[in-house]
T-cell receptor
Framework: DAGVTQSPTHLIKTRGQQVTLRCSPK?????VSWYQQALGQGPQFIFQ???????QRGNFPDRFSGHQFPNYSSELNVNALLLGDSALYLC??????????????FGPGTRLTVT | GENVEQHPSTLSVQEGDSAVIKCTYS??????FPWYKQELGKRPQLIID?????GEKKDQRIAVTLNKTAKHFSLHITETQPEDSAVYFC?????????????FGTGTRLQVTL
């Protein structure tokens, strides 16, 4: 049973560039959430996708956008990169309908460095 | 929105002692409270969770307690071992329908010394 996977593992980009990060949810899960974790801090919620729609969004600018595909995998896109976007980007998967199960399981993350 | 405070930020205990980490939350609608352990350079791992209709939950050496009236919940680790050394995060969730955003605390770095 595959867990949550993310790609790439590490990425180095230059200010102003655009980046796409990818996530495949745990088998049986249909909801994907994205979090940003700056060094020494707790993860901050970016947004959540269910049934290919953004269901919730945190306090992140429109430069952060996402997509969910019919196979439940997801992408996070960040445009016009800033130095402050350097962080570990975590994907978490869960069941869409929270009644049966609330748990969210995290992937290994993508370490993004903006220079 | 929800705000979660976590204390202490660092905690050092001797092997075999107990460790307690405390969190408070602001949104009375929060109904699910997970705890994650994150080792250096690795993903956060869910170690225990509790729902708002339960006051206490235990899993071997780990237990979590919830006081809804006071809006606080705590993680208790007994008989600590060196492998318990990590950063621990509490989180609160208002889980309704298809929405379940995790709001994390600031983390507690636990060091278990020999």
């Amino acid at each position: 049973d595959a867990g949550v996977t993310q790609s790439p593992t590490h990425l180095i980009k230059t200010r102003g560039q655009q980046v796409t990060l990818r996530c495949s949810p745990k088998s049986g899960h249909d909801t994907v959430s994205w979090y940003q974790q700056a060094l020494g801090q707790g993860p901050q919620f970016i947004f959540q996708y269910y049934e290919e729609e953004e269901r919730q969004r945190g306090n992140f600018p429109d430069r952060f956008s996402g997509h969910q595909f019919p196979n439940y995998s997801s992408e996070l896109n960040v445009n016009a990169l800033l130095l402050g976007d350097s962080a570990l980007y975590l994907c978490a998967s869960s069941y869409g309908w929270v009644g049966p199960s609330y748990e969210q399981y995290f992937g290994p993350g993508t370490r993004l460095t903006v220079t | 929105g929800e705000n979660v405070e976590q204390h202490p930020s660092t905690l050092s205990v001797q092997e075999g002692d107990s460790a307690v980490i405390k969190c408070t939350y602001s949104d009375s609608a929060s109904n699910y409270f997970p705890w994650y352990k994150q080792e250096l350079g690795k993903r956060p791992q869910l170690i225990i969770d509790i729902r708002s209709n339960v006051g206490e939950k235990k899993d071997q050496r780990i237990a979590v307690t919830l006081n809804k009236t006071a809006k606080h919940f705590s993680l208790h680790i007994t008989e600590t071992q060196p492998e318990d050394s990590a950063v621990y995060f509490c989180a609160a969730v208002v889980a309704t329908g298809t929405a379940s955003k995790l709001t994390f605390g600031t983390g507690t770095r636990l060091q278990v010394t020999l």
